[in-house]
């Protein structure tokens, strides 16, 4: 299934954005932060006959702090958003995974990391819902290598290709179980979430891959700009 991010429509009100989108779609990704919060604007999703998935909240959390204040708090505000929005039955919930301190503290990192895998798994048993865990493009960050999927336990992965772009390792994640993909461009330096064509990753083959899996996963355009979304959709559907 094809699906767009709310991620290009940040500044539109969530019911302005799944307006639009709906022109575009039947499969939407809301990303609950700023005018997109589930928990504050949710209830205009029932309006839409769209499939969701939703990118729980980030900005400022970490699930990974080895302050166990934070990192409680963070899971805290990740369940409160999937309270709001079970009853609209996501696909799928994406979570990121915090970071790491500075390098000393790797280790404690790793700890509160695993703590809140445990938490997360158990929820995703009592909801009878799928959470998955996304890998980052930044060193500092957890999942940027595909060994470290080893610590994700019974929780699904999101493979981001233009953070895998970044980390230099797309062929080595593609290897990998992968239940969920956010597909977006970049010229390998930054995350720019550029159009599909407008960076340096071979899309083509990203998606021969991909299709040569047991069950191609899901994929998510998270474009920057609602501009893009007409070449990158015409892009994916040529080789889909």
């Known amino acids: 299934m094809l699906g767009i991010s709310t991620l290009c ?4 009100k969530l019911d302005d954005a799944l307006e639009y989108l709906s ?3 039947n499969y939407v990704e809301v990303v609950s932060e700023g005018f997109h919060d589930i928990k504050r604007y949710g209830n205009v999703l029932d309006s ?4 969701y998935s939703i990118h729980l909240p980030f900005i400022g959390l970490d699930i990974a702090n080895i302050r166990d204040e934070i990192r409680i708090a963070s899971l805290n505000i990740i369940k409160d958003t999937i309270d709001a929005s079970v009853r609209y039955n996501p696909l799928i919930y994406i979570v990121h995974p915090g970071m790491v301190a500075a390098k000393h503290l790797k280790s404690e990192n790793m700890d509160a990391f695993k703590k809140s895998v445990k938490f997360l798994s158990e929820l995703s048993s009592e909801y009878s819902i799928d959470i998955a865990l996304e890998n980052m493009p930044l060193k500092f960050l957890f999942l ?3 060994d470290e999927l080893d610590m994700i336990g019974g929780l699904k992965f999101c493979l981001d290709i233009g953070h895998a772009n970044i980390t230099k390792n797309i062929d080595e994640f593609l290897y990998t179980d992968i239940d969920h993909t956010h597909i977006h461009d970049n010229n390998g330096i930054s995350d ?3 159009g599909l064509g407008s960076g340096n990753i071979d899309i083509k083959s990203v998606l021969e891959r991909l299709k040569d899996k047991q069950k191609m996963p899901n994929l998510v355009v998270e474009l920057n700009k609602k501009e893009d979304i007409e070449s990158s959709i015409k892009l994916l559907n040529g080789f889909i």
């Open 192 to 194: 720019d979430h550029l």
């Open 144 to 146: 940027t290598e595909p």
């Open 23 to 25: 022109n575009e779609t």
């Open 48 to 51: 839409f006959d769209l499939k």
């Open 9 to 12: 429509l940040s500044d539109y």
